[in-house]
């Protein structure tokens, strides 16, 4: 009972139901949080400070940065839901601060399109930099069948150079992506390659596939999380469309702590923990295999496979009925 007791005082002011409704709804630094209330950061972290010492948010550090979310676990972690789903949608403080948190989301959206409309044509030359690709090209060769894949999906297709690769184990492939200037490249390079007959790429937001449940037996998300708004979010949506027996890969960077990919290359987070990718992983369903580690001169990389059980259920309608999505 003192928990919980603790847990509504540490609520019970309204700045600090402003920050459990806006950590919420994403992951959000203190000075993003500052700009939306309109208060000092160290007013702020005092009512941050507060509301994770009661279990009602979470903390995290990356680099520099520290990000706080709504608790998933623990006794507060459902008092804080009830108390953000109790807060009327029609508050006047609510709705502005959303507002702001809209602009703050679409400024960060914008950021990254402007990385990738910048460098969509030096794409390979910069993953070159921090990225061992043939090994990871191996692994990954290592870890799907060597025939027999029906359908892939490449989530965040960039130049489609994964759909490349795997394309000779391939019956149809989709690669998605938000830039319409790497699709222009990557459709550009598997029509240089002969492969625009069963490989496809379109225009998709990875949190709202366009694909019904159970739609592909193989996902790819390659270096992709370190750019989303919310990973394991994007991780439930793609074991969503993924067939039971399917297997799904992620591969990303390892915790680090390089702030140049961050200011520089419009990377959200700064690599992951192998424990919290497996989390997301589990809680999507899926059964995670153990993660590969490949050492590179300053970042290391990881694949993460894991795979959806194998239950009788009957197949999905054939993918080409579920891709009539506008280039």
Known sequence: MDDL????????????????????????????????????????????????????????????WAFYRLAERGSAAALARTLVGAIPDSDPVLARDLDRLERIKRSRAEAAASYFRENAQRWHEIRGLHVPEREVEATLLGLLPAEGIDDLLDIGTGTGRMIELLAPRVRHAIGI????????????????????????????????LPYDDGSFDAILLHQVLHYAEDP???????ARVLRP?????????????????????AHRRLGFEESEVQAWLRAAGLVPA???????????????????????ASRPSPLLTTTGVSP
């Open 5 to 64: 007791l603790g847990a509504l005082k540490a609520a019970a002011e309204p700045t600090r139901l402003r920050l459990l409704a806006l950590c919420a709804r994403g992951e959000l630094s203190v000075t993003e949080l500052t700009q939306i209330l309109g208060q000092s950061q160290p007013r702020v972290s005092r009512h941050l400070k507060l509301l994770c010492g009661a279990g009602l948010l979470d903390r995290f550090r990356e680099g520099t």
């Open 177 to 208: 992506d938000t830039s319409r200037e790497m699709l222009a490249v990557a459709r550009a390079n598997l029509e240089r390659a002969g492969l625009l007959a069963r490989c496809q790429v379109r225009q998709g937001d990875m949190y709202q």
């Open 232 to 238: 394991s979010a994007a991780l439930a949506e793609a």
């Open 245 to 265: 027996g399917g297997r799904l890969v992620a591969v990303d960077f390892a915790a680090h702590e390089l702030e140049t990919l961050r200011t520089e290359h």
């Open 290 to 312: 153990e993660p590969l580690r490949l050492p590179g001169a300053a970042l290391t990389v990881v694949v993460w496979p894991a795979s959806r059980p194998d239950v009788p």
